[in-house]
């Protein structure tokens, strides 16, 4: 993670570690790397509290900052989890609303923290990339979920 050249920085409020943790724990390659102490006091921590953890999540590089409360998150930035069936989607997207997290349409959630998550499965991209009447049918059914429902899906792509 040192020598990583382009790394999504995440404004956290105090919460960086913790946030962190959890993904570690939730997701498969995802591990926290290294976590660093203010130097001194500044504007968003005092010395000796945690600044920034640096971890990644399947993969990515990222580094969360405890910057305060000047800052919240929406929708503008989220992940994109592709999982390859219903047992994963429901896994990550249970993990996620269910520690304090937030359902909403489509396929997104949110954690405790107010990161925004889409857990999309791939039955769903597939279905989406076929275009045409498929990928309607597919699409209107997806508008009336939260979590994806892949035999749903799968019906509606099917007609």
């Known amino acids: 993670m040192a020598n990583a050249k382009n790394t999504i920085c995440i404004w956290y409020d105090t919460q960086a570690e913790e946030a962190a943790r959890f993904y570690a724990q939730t997701f498969p390659d995802t591990e926290v790397h290294s976590v660093h102490r203010a130097p001194s006091d500044n504007p968003s921590t005092q010395a000796g509290a945690v600044l920034t ?3 990644t999540v399947m993969g990515i590089p990222c580094i969360g900052l405890n910057g305060g409360p000047a800052f919240k998150h929406s929708e503008a930035f989220s992940f994109q989890i592709a999982t390859e069936d219903q047992e994963e ?5 249970n993990a996620l609303v269910g520690n304090g997290g937030a359902e909403s349409m489509c396929g997104w959630c949110k954690d405790k923290w107010g990161i925004s998550w889409q857990i999309t499965p791939r039955a769903l991209s597939d279905a989406m990339a076929a275009g045409g009447e498929e990928g309607k049918r597919a699409f209107e059914a997806m508008m009336t979920m939260k979590k994806i429902d892949i035999a749903a899906i ?3 792509r099917r007609g």
Do not use: K, S
């Open 89 to 93: 989607t429901d896994r990550y997207w």
């Open 53 to 55: 953890v640096e971890f």
């Open 154 to 156: 799968e019906a509606a």
